[in-house]
């Protein structure tokens, strides 16, 4: 099956602790990204990646980290830097700009 | 950086009817694609269309570049509709870097 896998898909995080959150794609995809979408709101670009052991920051990228050392994972890792990580979080990917770009099922983080 | 409005914020319909959602933005685009986000959170691609119009069974989309704005139709709705419709754009300046209305929100009952 083609498509984008995001793990875990609920997530709870103590204070001061650093998560990482999961995106493997198997679509071949060059570009792939992380948005954050908190309760009756839009998605916000938190990084995005457009080849390996490349990527740009976003306009939330504060308190986040990102790597792409293979072409198929863009790992996110929520650090203790961000003071308010409770959110949903998408994880897409698309062969190039001029195509439609596709996500994965979303990890609910959530703060105990 | 450009800005993205989608109207109306919330819809109730019963079903059957048909529906127009619009997205507005402020800058020239050559990125523009609509997305449904199911109850579960899913996301999935309705239209990639920076211009132009296309259909897909119920669903049609009309995108006009020059006056900057898109428009999605549902015709026939069924509850099965019902979730959140986001319009996402990227500047012409920017394509890699797509950016999210803040959605319309619908609800089809029976």
């Known amino acids: 099956d083609g498509g984008i896998t995001q793990s875990p898909k609920y997530l709870f995080r103590k204070e001061g602790q650093n998560v990482t959150l999961s995106c493997e794609q198997n679509?071949?995809?060059?570009?792939m990204y992380w948005y954050r979408q908190d309760p009756g709101q839009g998605l916000r670009l938190i990084y995005y990646s457009q080849i390996v052991n490349d990527f740009q920051k976003g306009d939330i990228a504060e308190g986040y980290s990102v790597s792409r050392e293979k072409k198929e994972s863009f790992p996110l890792t929520v650090t203790s830097a961000q003071k308010n990580p409770t959110a949903f979080y998408l994880c897409a990917s698309v062969r190039d700009s001029s195509e439609k770009l596709f996500f994965g099922s979303g990890t609910q983080l959530s703060v105990l | 950086g450009i800005q993205v409005e989608q109207s109306p914020p919330d819809l109730i319909l019963q079903e059957g009817a048909n529906s127009t959602l619009r997205c507005n933005f402020s800058?020239?685009?050559?990125?523009l694609q609509w997305f449904h986000q199911n109850p579960w959170g899913q996301l999935i691609n309705l239209f990639y269309i920076p211009s132009g119009t296309k259909q897909n069974g119920r669903l049609s989309a009309t995108t006009v570049a020059t006056e900057r704005y898109s428009l999605l139709y549902i015709s026939s709705s069924q509850t099965t509709d019902s979730g959140v419709y986001f319009c996402a754009v990227g500047s012409s300046y920017n394509t890699d870097k797509l950016i999210f209305g803040t959605g319309t929100r619908l609800q089809v009952f029976p």
């Open positions: 800058d020239s685009v050559n990125n």
């Open positions: 679509l071949n995809h060059d570009a």
